[in-house]
């Protein structure tokens, strides 16, 4: 997906294009009677009629009144929801590396850390939440550095384990930028295992995943480890 903006005289326009597919945007727009910028979230019709019908079966199995006022909304905003949490699906985390390359002489490590992430388990649908640190050493290249932070949005936001997580990230980083290593660390709680389950409210979940000089050299690796948690 990508955000061609034009100006006019008088007016500002933002266009989203994108796979006919795609069940999530969001836009920002000038609000020159605010001074600041709106967000404008667009959603897919189809898929949200669907899903609320979905949902308010749901809640009719669950032996709710889909009718009675707090009600009346929820399946609709639930669909939405639902297409939010899950709009990673629609983005492709490669395409955002590729989109902020630059080539540049620094071989040297590059960490974006305390990223913060949302995602849901896919074995039960409930959140988990932490951060994720992200560390590469180029070879070359670079990329922007929110494009880091990017890519951890675009795992993050779909059905998930957080295993599979930390690795996708590498693996994406690794395949778009060659660099000489990656090395990410996720931190993260998971509600599947505090809310319900074994019901331990301050576990946390830690996983590592590493390619190039973080896996051959253990003072490269220890550095970085050194650097997340300063």
Do not use: W
Not at 20 to 30: H, Q, R
Not at 69 to 94: C, H, I, W
Not at 203 to 217: E, N, R
């Amino acid at each position: 997906m990508r955000r061609k903006p034009f100006e006019t005289a008088k007016r500002f326009f933002c266009f989203v294009i994108c796979r006919k597919s795609i069940t999530f945007a969001s836009v920002f727009k000038p609000n020159v009677a605010m001074g600041n910028y709106t967000k404008e979230e667009i959603f897919c019709p189809e898929t949200i009629e669907k899903l609320k019908e979905h949902y308010k079966a749901i809640l009719e199995l669950l032996g709710e009144d889909v009718s009675r006022e707090g009600l009346l909304k929820t399946p609709e905003r639930v669909a939405k929801a639902m297409s939010f949490l899950t709009q990673g699906y629609d983005q492709n985390p490669r395409d955002i590396l590729l989109s902020a390359r630059f080539k540049e002489d620094y071989r040297h490590m590059v960490i974006v850390k305390d990223i913060e992430l949302y995602s849901l388990c896919e074995h039960h649908m409930l959140p988990f939440y932490g951060k994720a640190h992200v560390a590469y050493i180029p070879n070359g290249y670079i990329t922007g550095l929110s494009k880091i932070a990017r890519v951890v949005e675009a795992f993050a936001r779909r059905l998930q384990v957080q295993e599979r997580l930390t690795v996708q990230i590498r693996d994406c980083i690794q395949e778009a930028l060659n660099p000489l290593g990656v090395a990410v660390v996720i931190e993260a709680g998971h509600m599947c295992m505090q809310m319900r389950g074994v019901q331990k409210q301050n576990s946390m979940t830690t996983t590592s995943a590493f390619t190039g000089v973080f896996l051959t050299q253990m003072r490269t690796r220890e550095e970085f480890i050194h650097l997340i948690r300063s």
